[in-house]
Every structure is written in structure tokens, then in C-alpha cells.
């Protein structure tokens, strides 16, 4: 099946005082038509980054594109005019945040907010697009959706918050929804809903999830592909049952013990050691050497690339090149 979206070798740069900070660096990923696909890793990998860079906001934040291409069926979303883009975000790719609060307006009716889009992209009167923000609210789980409308964003929960947020980006009826840690802010109970939420909205519609999340559980529940991301770069992409089942890269490794088993005390939750690199001081090393079990002489030295390991995977690893040497 042709790929929904297609990046290809993104390189997202952010330039400070103190140097180049390579926030996305030579990222490749494919989404197809009706797939979850999650990119996993702490805060500062580059996961964030390069959802903005899709939704072309990142100039926004004060970063660039450097390099590489974002193909989104046969367009190229690097090439197009700040107007082209617009229509395409909201129309045909929506995105949202872990924060509802800071996307909606507060002094706003909820309604209003909802209305808006509706009569901006698909060009619905005002009475028509009040009509559909009513069965949108509906559609996403929200039983008093007459009373809701009305109501301003600071009287509602933050679950209540995301499902507008999401009727508000499905309301256009987009083939990709990108959601940016949908369920962080949100507890344990309410995330499972909106998890749910998701999941049933992505089977309706067929439209595809570019899903963001530092949480592992959420990655099982939701997605079909996952890639791992650290200081920028995807250090092992797959199939999920293929990562979670047997992960290669160390870092993934890792992440996976590190992650709490549902409904079995763990005495001791395992946690990497170290810290994530200074972004301004990353050499022509395995990024991730300084906290890795099994660094060897070469990781130190030379950057070592996403190669394919097994059926389902690949990992960016010189365990892996040293295995393939001395096969
Ligand atoms: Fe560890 Fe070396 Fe693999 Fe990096 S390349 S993850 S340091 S074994
Ligand atoms: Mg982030």
C-alpha cells in the first residue's frame, strides 16, 4: 500500500548562541493509510520536533528545516506556500497537544471554537457548522453537547478539554491526526478513555495516527509501528510486537525494563543510567554510548546506522554490524 506520508532523511536545526542544535537528525519514516504509528523516547529526543516539522509550525518555535523531504500523498510539504500548507493543516492533517487548555481560546465558548474551522475549511454556514460541532461533540464521547457548546473552556475537566480538542481536529475529516502526548496531563482513568477514543475514531474514519508519547504502555495499546527515538535521531524502528517482544537496540532495551508492568509489583524499577547528551556536544559517536551496558571501542568513535536486523526491525547498533562482520 502507497504510504499516507513518507519523511525522508529530516534534519531539523535549531540555531542558538551557544551552537547548532540538531533537534531532528536524518529522520526516516513512513506512515501508511490507517495505521498508528507511535515515535517513543524521553523529552529532548526530537519527537515533538519533528511532528512540528510535519505540521510546518517549526519556524514558529525558531527552528528549520535543514534537509530531507515530507511527503504527504504526492505533495511535498516542504515546497508548499504558507496558504497551501494552511489548507492542508486542520483539512487534511490535524494535530493535538498535551495541553487543550493552551490551543483553545479562553475567553471563547466552546462552541465558537468548534464552529470556527467548520466554516473556515469546509466552508459550512454558521447555523450548519453550530448543527455539526453539536454531533461532533457527540461523536467524541460529550453526552450534554447542547449545553457544552455554551460553556467556556475553564468549566471544563481536561478530559473533557482533549475531546473537544479532538472533535475539533477530526471535524474536518482528516487522513492524518498527529497527537502530540494526547493523554499526559491527563489521570490514569481519563487517559484510557481517550486512548479508547482514539482507537475507535481511527477504525470509523481510516484516517492514520502519528502518535507521540514518552510511554510505553500507551505505545502497546495503540500502535501497529513504533520508532524509537534519542539526542534526534530514530535509534530502532519495527513492528510493535517485534520491539516489544524482542527489542535489539540497548537504549530500547532499556526503556522496556524501565516501564512499569500493569497489576505486578515491581520492587525495584530499573532506569537507565546517565542522562541524555548535551545536544551541543554530540561527536561523531554512538550518541547513546556513555550509558550503554555493552559500548565497545568503535561506538566511541563512529556513528553507527539504522541497518535492518531480523524480519521486522532495525536498529541503529554496532552490535548488530559486528554480527552481520562475523556472520
Ligand atoms: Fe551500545 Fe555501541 Fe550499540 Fe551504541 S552502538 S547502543 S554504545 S553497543
Ligand atoms: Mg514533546
Redesign the pocket.
Known amino acids: 500500500m502507497k504510504d499516507l506520508l513518507t519523511i525522508d532523511h529530516l534534519q531539523t536545526f535549531f540555531k542558538t548562541e551557544a551552537g547548532t542544535v540538531r533537534a531532528v537528525d536524518d529522520v526516516s519514516l513512513r506512515i501508511k493509510p490507517g495505521e498508528t504509528v507511535c515515535i517513543v523516547g524521553e ?1 529532548g529526543s526530537g ?2 520536533i519533528t511532528a512540528m516539522s510535519v505540521m510546518g509550525l517549526i519556524g514558529n518555535a525558531g527552528g528549520k528545516v535543514e534537509g530531507g523531504s515530507i511527503q504527504f500523498q504526492d505533495r511535498d510539504l516542504l515546497k508548499l506556500s504558507r496558504n497551501e500548507l494552511r489548507t492542508i493543516r486542520g483539512h487534511e492533517i490535524a494535530m493535538i497537544f498535551q495541553e487543550p487548555m493552551s490551543s483553545l481560546n479562553p475567553v471563547l465558548k466552546i462552541g465558537e471554537q468548534v464552529i470556527e474551522p467548520l466554516m473556515e475549511h469546509l466552508k459550512l454556514s454558521r447555523k450548519a457548522a453550530r448543527k455539526r460541532a453539536i454531533e461532533l461533540i457527540k461523536q467524541v464521547g460529550i453526552s450534554r453537547a447542547e449545553q457544552i457548546v455554551d460553556a467556556y473552556p475553564h468549566e471544563l475537566s481536561g478530559g473533557m478539554l482533549q475531546r473537544v480538542m479532538i472533535a475539533m481536529a477530526i471535524s474536518c475529516g482528516p487522513k492524518l491526526l498527529i497527537a ?2 494526547p493523554t499526559t496531563a491527563l489521570d490514569v482513568t481519563i487517559q484510557a478513555q481517550i486512548l479508547d477514543l482514539l482507537r475507535s475514531l481511527k477504525e470509523e474514519s481510516g484516517m492514520s495516527i502519528l502518535l ?1 508519547t514518552h510511554d510505553l504502555g500507551v505505545v502497546a495499546e495503540m500502535a501497529d509501528y513504533v520508532a524509537v527515538m534519542y539526542a534526534g535521531k530514530i535509534v530502532e524502528q519495527g513492528e510493535v510486537e517485534a520491539i516489544f517482544a524482542n527489542p535489539k537496540h540497548p537504549y530500547t532495551k532499556g526503556l522496556l525494563r524501565s516501564k512499569p508492568i500493569m497489576n505486578q509489583l515491581q520492587d525495584e524499577l530499573y532506569s537507565i543510567p546517565g542522562q541524555v547528551p548535551n545536544p551541543l556536544e554530540l561527536t561523531e559517536s554512538c550518541y547513546f554510548h556513555d550509558r550503554c551496558e555493552q559500548c565497545m571501542a568503535i561506538c566511541r568513535t563512529k556513528q553507527p546506522e539504522l541497518t535492518t536486523v531480523g524480519d521486522l526491525q532495525q536498529a541503529a547498533c554496532w552490535l548488530y554490524e559486528e554480527e552481520k562482520r562475523y556472520a
Do not use: G, N, R, V
Open positions: 523529552s519527537k515533538s502530540d502526548e507521540i
